[in-house]
Structures are given as C-alpha cells and as structure tokens.
C-alpha cells in the first residue's frame, strides 16, 4: 500500500517562498495512473485544495495560480510544492495525496512568521 | 471555480442514521465528480472513508456508506457510534479544473 510523507521546515518568512517535499513509498510517482497533489488546511479551517500534477501536467486552485508549483522528482520518488510570497495567511497544515483512493501523508504544519 | 456545499452541522443519536449531502454549483454531482469522503477527528490528519462514489478502503467501517442522491453525492451512516463524531468533507473532480472540497459538516452523535 502506498505511503507518502511531508518534509519541509516548519517555519518560513513573510515574503519567502515555502517548499514542501512528499516521499512517496509503496508506488512511483512516474506513474501515468495517479493524480499527486498537495492540499492545506489553515488552523481551525477547512480543506484547501492546491493543485496537483498528472503525468507531467499540473492544475492549481485559481486563488493560489499565481503563486505556486508543482513538481516531481522521479529519481527520488518524490513530488513538491513551492508557494511564493508568502504570508500569515499561508499558515497551514499542508498535506500531500495521491489520487485513487485517496492516500494521506499525515501533514506537517507550517507556520510563516517573522 | 465551483462551490461545493455540505450541511454546516448535522445530530444523530447513538444507533441512528443521518445522511451528510454535498452539492455543486455547478449542478447535479454524477459519478464523473468521482466524489470522495472524509473523516476528521480532532488533531488528526483526514482518513478516506469513500471514493469514486461508493468504494471503501479497508479500514472503512461498515456503517458507512456513499451514494449518489437526489442529484447530490451522500454519505450514509446506519448505526452511528460516539467514535463517528467528527468533521466530514467531500472532494468533488472537475475536468480539467482543480478539484474542489465541501464546506465540511460537523457531525455529533447525541
């Protein structure tokens, strides 16, 4: 079965960029059958939905568009986020998924403060 | 991008049922929104207890079940049980857009 992880630091600077990485084991990103996506969920929030990318393809939230990208890492069996500029409005628990089932990594929660 | 609504809250009393709707804006949710269903408790990552409509993972228990309904996605919990207390989202697909989440209903068991 299919487990993916969150690393990143916890905490990142008004204005900088956030980078999130998703280990995937159990399964390969390079696949063409699956969906990789990242969602967020502020503090006392709902779900947020990211973007995702699909055999080297990516579709973002509209709201977010302008600010972030996703990636795969084939090598290391890996998938990524960046969000620029950010702000405290960005603080989150950030969550990585992959499609068809609907697989969770467990989230890491960023904050962005100065 | 659509909007994606759910029931702000929902009771239901230990051993009942209660149905949790998700709507689009866009009009009747079908089986090509594939929808999905979440479970979060608090302090917990959200668990997937549908997808595609009406399949469930292992580790969903047997009490729930998905549906499509009345031209909304449902979520269908026979029996409910304390440990059913929760936040639950629906994920909707749109082609060749980004996928879109409910609102969230918070459900009690009361």
């Known amino acids: 079965q299919v487990q993916l992880q969150e690393s990143g630091p916890g905490l990142v600077k008004p204005s900088e960029t956030l980078s999130l990485t998703c280990t995937v084991s159990?399964?390969?990103?390079?696949?063409?059958?699956?969906?990789w996506a990242w969602i967020r969920q502020p503090p006392g929030k709902g779900l947020d939905w990211i973007g995702y990318i699909f055999a080297g393809s990516t579709n973002y939230n509209p709201s977010l568009k302008s600010r972030v990208s996703i990636s795969v890492d084939t090598y290391n069996n890996q998938f990524s986020l960046n969000l620029r500029s950010v702000t405290a409005a960005d603080t989150a628990v950030y969550y990585c998924l992959r499609s068809h089932g609907a697989f969770w990594g467990p989230g890491i929660l960023v904050t962005v403060s100065s | 991008q659509a909007v994606v609504t759910q029931e702000p809250s929902l009771t239901v009393s230990p051993g009942g049922t209660v149905t949790l709707t998700c709507g689009s804006s866009?009009?009747?949710?079908?089986?090509?929104?594939?929808p999905y269903w979440f479970q979060q408790k608090p302090g917990q990552g959200p668990r997937t207890l549908i997808y595609d409509t009406s399949n469930k993972h292992s580790w969903t228990p047997a009490r729930f079940s998905g549906s499509l309904l009345g031209g909304k996605a449902a979520l269908t919990l026979s029996g409910a049980q304390p440990e059913d207390e929760a936040d639950y989202y629906c994920?909707?697909?749109?082609?060749?857009?980004?996928?879109?989440f409910g609102t969230g209903t918070k459900l009690t068991v009361l």
């Open positions: 866009t009009g009747a949710v079908t089986s090509g929104h594939w």
């Open positions: 994920l909707l697909s749109y082609s060749g857009a980004p996928y879109v």
């Open positions: 159990g399964g390969s990103v390079s696949s063409a059958n699956y969906y």
